[in-house]
């Protein structure tokens, strides 16, 4: 593959770059250009610069890719969580959950609280996109009630959710950190906890030092508390560690069983859920549209032209570090799934800290810390797009608040730059 095809196969990325964020950050409003659109434009220009194939090869690669089991299986997770939420908010189990919050946190520790409990429960349960299906909902009706900006509070679940999918023991991104690099989670927590914590730290200030800009609303009433138990479901069962497709499928039960017992008829309750797996279709049609594009680029060498660029010229411990974080971001851009890009470069980024003498557990906090960061900053990253949906907001309208990430990223950069924890940073 030469210089100019690796370019080539990586364009689509740039024409979608082009299209939503940059058109629509000159323009200043996100919501004139689609996503949808600009990923669509993208992935035509993907197939047509697939080099070597028939149009129909080039399409069934284009369609492999957007039906890979995962992406089939995160399509799941969607309609499951359209319908819970729908559901969930009919019967009243939203308004019950809210008010009771209310009635419990004075307006000035909402935004904190809601931090640490994404933090707590991401941590628990090992996966940012269950908690961002148990939480968003809820940070979405609480920003309604108070008079206060739905994006900034969808940013809070975001941040905190992605503390938990960095350093979880049952998190993805962990197993598939430690295993490439030959560590044990427990050893990789010890080193990446003083990356990740800093950061959570710092956002929690950052969070408490805005209070005052939160307004003052009327206490609520609690209401039925009965009410709240589908999202109590839906928390407790996700910490308990249930796959989260069975997680939904509790809370929609126990949402029915609510329901019948106030008197709401089952047709009635099946078109709410039906509402709400239809307001899943724009972001099932994006998931399938990124995701057969970023196929489409693997297959062009794109993915292979990044990794050699890379790893082409590293000189001293810092730059190998420098190297391992940039690598796994660039992938995790190309392919958005912080998961997939740590597979994609984990044995590349093991040769890469042999050759340096990089303590294999700093390596495996480096490619989870920097994965993360890029998968929550990016628009069209799963979680984001789940979280936009489900409070039906722009995805890229949290983007300016996603404070975590960006503390997390130079928490990351500082660690590199002072190699921090020094224990940890080479092998001795």
Known sequence: MTTNN????????????????????????????????????????????YRGKSLKERIETFSSAAADKDIIYMIWIFVLAGA??????????????????????????????????????????????????????????????????????????????????????????????????????QDKFKVNLWIALPAAIVTLLCYILIVPDVPIIETHQSGDPWLMLPYLMVIVTAVVGLNVTVVLTLGIGCAVILGAIKGIGLLDMAGFVGSGIEGMGGLI?????????????????????????????????????????????????CTANNTVAIITVGSLAKDISDKFG????????????????????????????????????????PFPYLYYPWALGLSLMLSIVFLFPRRYSHIR
């Open 285 to 333: 049609i994006i998931t399938l549209l990124a995701s057969g594009m970023l196929g489409v680029i693997k297959a062009c060498g794109g993915i292979s032209y990044i990794l050699n660029v890379l790893t082409r010229r590293i000189s001293g411990l810092r730059g190998a570090q420098a190297t391992l974080a940039v690598l796994v971001g660039i992938v995790n851009l």
């Open 84 to 185: 819970f939420a729908s559901l969930a908010k009919e019967i009243g189990a939203v308004d019950a959950t809210v008010n009771f919050t209310l009635s419990i946190f004075p307006p000035q520790y909402i935004v904190p609280t809601l931090f640490l409990a994404a933090c707590i429960i991401s941590f628990s349960i090992g996966t940012s996109v269950g908690t961002v299906v148990a939480l968003t909902p809820l940070a979405a009706e609480l920003a309604s009630a108070e008079g206060g900006n739905v994006a900034f509070f969808v940013g809070i679940v975001l941040g905190g959710a992605f503390f938990g999918d960095n350093l979880s023991f049952i998190s993805d991104t962990t197993i598939a950190a430690t295993r490439s690099q030959g560590c044990q989670m």
């Open 358 to 397: 990089i303590d294999p557990r700093k390596s495996a906090s480096i490619l989870d810390s920097a994965s993360c960061v890029v998968q929550c900053l990016i628009p069209y990253g799963a979680q984001t797009l789940l979280a936009t949906s489900l409070a039906g907001i722009s995805p890229a309208a």
């Open 6 to 49: 690796g370019l080539l196969a990586l364009s689509p990325m740039l024409v979608f770059l082009l299209l939503y964020v940059a058109v629509s950050a000159i323009i200043g409003d996100f919501y004139k250009i689609p996503i949808s659109v600009a990923l669509l434009a993208a992935s035509m220009w993907a197939i047509i610069i």
